[in-house]
């Protein structure tokens, strides 16, 4: 009789082991699906929203004279974040680690003009567009030696190296000097510790409205146009059509209008 309870103890024993076995698949695929379903609800939650951008990189995120961080992109960021209901909280990050820190879950969403190419799409999501812009070859106004990007060949180019206006600079033969922002490209310009920097036509005509008698000037402009959106990393459905039915709403309402012809006085959507 004992012998007979053990031998049906250990049945027992291996028909609850059989079924936890067989569940524990579905339930670790359920729980990925619910974590990575949940990305907006979780943001929601916790009332915040965390944003990756440079906050040197004027006038899209910079500092102004009182200290606070300011810019398109910021204002922009801050108004998705309140009709989502929640804070932006930004975290400061130099270009060149901004990828690296999405992947590391360090935010949410990255806002610092983020240019969209099939390369970054392959491994993350975009919002829809909302800004076009353009490259521009920048030089110190003494130089007369570049006035074409092809111009650029054995000189050197102050850039970020994982920028796409960067790789302009690289494919037409310049020696790149890296660089952590735009700020400090035109540092090095106007020092004359390198040649020029291909950089964002916006960001230029700013740094010229803000502060005219910088001693650089544009000498080409880059053919094609550029759009850049707000970035997230890819499984996020929930917020990433939350955010762009928000950023609609802003053009429908005039609101990012606004904020457009604030830092550029025109609509740089188009």
Known sequence: MKRKNIFISAILALTLAI??????????????????????????????????TEGTYAPFTFYDDKGTLTGFDVEIAREVAKRLGVEAEFIETKWD???AGLDAKRFDMVANQVSIND???????????YIT???????NEDNNDIKTFEDLKGKKAAQSLTSDIGKIASDNGAEIVQIDGFNQAIDL????????TVNDSLSFLDLKKQKPETPIKSVANYDNATQSALLFNKGNDELVEEVN???????ADGTYLKISEKWFGTDVSK
Request: one cysteine or more.
């Open 19 to 52: 079924g936890v076995t067989g569940c524990s698949p579905k339930s670790s695929e359920e729980a990925a699906k619910s974590e990575t379903k949940n990305s907006l609800e979780t943001i929601k939650s916790e009332g915040k929203i965390r944003v990756g």
């Open 245 to 251: 039915k928000i950023l609609a709403d802003m053009v």
């Open 119 to 129: 390369e970054r799409k392959e491994k993350y999501d975009f919002s829809s567009p």
């Open 97 to 99: 680690g901004m990828f």
């Open 133 to 139: 812009s353009r490259a521009v070859l920048i030089v």
């Open 189 to 196: 310009l106007v020092s004359k510790r390198v040649d020029a």
